[in-house]
C-alpha cells in the first residue's frame, strides 16, 4: 500500500463518522423545533439511538488515528489543544445525556410528551450545535501544531 494511505483512510473514517454525528444531531434538532407525533417521536428515538452510536464510532476512529496515525500519540497528547478539544466533545456528550434520558422516556410512556417538554430538548440539542464551531476551530488548529 502507498504510504500515506493508512492514515488517510484512517482520518476519513473519523470524518464520515463525525459528520454523520452532526448530520444527526441537526436532524433530531429540526424534529424537536416542533412538537412530535408518534410517527416523529418513533423517528427521533432511532435518530438518538445512532447518534450515540456515532459518537462512540468518532472516538474510535480518533483513537485510532492518535494510535496509529502517521503523526503519532506525541502529536496529541502532547498538544494542548487536543485535550481542549477532546474536552469540548465531552462537554457536548455530557450535553447529550439530558436528551437521551427524556427521549427514552418518551419512547416508554403512553403519552407524547408536552410542547415545552419537547422545546426544552430542543434547546439542549441546540446547545450542542453551537459548541461545534468551537471543536472545528480546535480541531484546525491542532491539526497545525498549534497548541505545544
Not at 13 to 40: G, K, Q, S, Y
Not at 42 to 70: E, H, S, T
Not at 105 to 127: C, D, F, I, Q, Y
Amino acid at each position: 500500500m502507498t504510504p500515506g494511505v493508512p492514515d488517510a483512510l484512517l482520518g476519513a473514517a473519523h470524518f464520515f463518522c463525525a459528520f454523520a454525528l452532526v448530520a444527526v444531531l441537526f436532524a433530531e434538532w429540526c424534529i424537536t423545533a416542533r412538537p412530535v407525533d408518534h410517527p416523529r417521536m418513533a423517528l427521533l428515538a432511532r435518530l438518538d439511538m445512532g447518534y450515540g452510536v456515532l459518537a462512540g464510532l468518532v472516538l474510535l476512529a480518533g483513537a485510532a488515528r492518535v494510535i496509529w496515525g502517521a503523526k503519532g500519540w506525541a502529536f496529541y497528547t502532547g498538544n494542548s489543544l487536543f485535550w481542549a478539544k477532546l474536552a469540548c466533545f465531552a462537554v457536548i456528550g455530557l450535553l447529550s445525556v439530558v436528551p437521551t434520558l427524556r427521549i427514552l422516556r418518551w419512547r416508554k410512556a403512553t403519552h407524547l410528551p408536552s410542547a415545552e417538554e419537547v422545546r426544552a430538548v430542543h434547546r439542549w440539542m441546540g446547545l450542542q450545535l453551537a459548541l461545534l464551531p468551537l471543536l472545528l476551530v480546535l480541531a484546525s488548529l491542532m491539526a497545525h501544531g498549534i497548541g505545544y
